[in-house]
T-cell receptor, first 113, second 114 residues
Framework: GDSVTQMEGPVTLSEEAFLTINCTYT??????LFWYVQYPGEGLQLLLK?????DKGSNKGFEATYRKETTSFHLEKGSVQVSDSAVYFC????????????FGKGTLLTVNP | DAGVIQSPRHEVTEMGQEVTLRCKPI?????LFWYRQTMMRGLELLIY????????DSGMPEDRFSAKMPNASFSTLKIQPSEPRDSAVYFC????????????FGNGTRLTVT
């Protein structure tokens, strides 16, 4: 079945540091890939997405590139801020009549001033 | 757009009691999902509906759990009887149908069963 594997957290960085959160997936066909972010006490929000190989999703300074050859969708940001502290989830969705999102376990990011 | 609305935000109940969680999806969205989030198991899909019809309930843990969607603007998740191991945050999400459509989550219901 489909699965998403994220790097184990927690990740702790200083403000303005470079961020990478690794994500790899297993799925048949050509899934769409997503990053969601969850701030404390809230539900998940879509951060960015990519729907085909070599697509780059970007939003709020975050980027991720759909790499089919390595089945990866790593999240990056060049300079993190304290306000980026949250839990980040990688997810995939396949088409067809029974589509649904499969989430990774989430990675907690804490950014210190 | 008010977003996905869940109620209550917090629920504390005793073991054996019935619990009903409620969700109002975003107007016009035709897919609705119920998720459960715990520290140990992460985010688990319980059930999802397309056009008010349950499509996949394989994630529902056992017969104590049931979900309904009587119309396009309302869904419930019921646990009867509740047990301490049901304590978790329950999220409802909605989306337009399609693999590229993002999910819009509510703020969740934190359930504590004592």
């Amino acid at each position: 079945g489909d699965s998403v594997t994220q790097m184990e957290g927690p990740v702790t960085l200083s403000e303005e540091a470079f961020l990478t959160i690794n994500c790899t997936y297993t799925a048949t066909g050509y899934p769409s890939l997503f990053w969601y972010v969850q701030y404390p006490g809230e539900g998940l929000q879509l951060l960015l997405k990519a729907t085909k190989a070599d697509d780059k999703g970007s939003n709020k300074g975050f980027e991720a590139t759909y790499r089919k050859e390595t089945t990866s969708f790593h999240l990056e940001k060049g300079s993190v801020q304290v306000s980026d502290s949250a839990v980040y989830f990688c997810a995939l969705s396949r088409g067809g009549s029974n589509y649904k999102l499969t989430f990774g376990k989430g990675t907690l990011l804490t950014v210190n001033p | 757009d008010a977003g996905v609305i869940q109620s209550p935000r917090h629920e504390v109940t005793e073991m054996g009691q019935e619990v009903t969680l409620r969700c109002k999806p975003i107007s016009g969205h035709n897919s609705l999902f119920w998720y459960r989030q715990t520290m140990m198991r992460g985010l688990e899909l319980l059930i999802y509906f397309n056009n008010n019809v349950p499509i996949d309930d394989s994630g529902m843990p056992e017969d104590r759990f049931s979900a309904k969607m009587p119309n396009a603007s309302f869904s419930t998740l019921k646990i009867q009887p509740s047990e301490p191991r049901d304590s978790a945050v329950y999220f409802c999400a909605s989306s337009l149908k399609g693999p590229d459509s993002p999910l819009h989550f509510g703020n969740g219901t934190r359930l504590t069963v004592t």
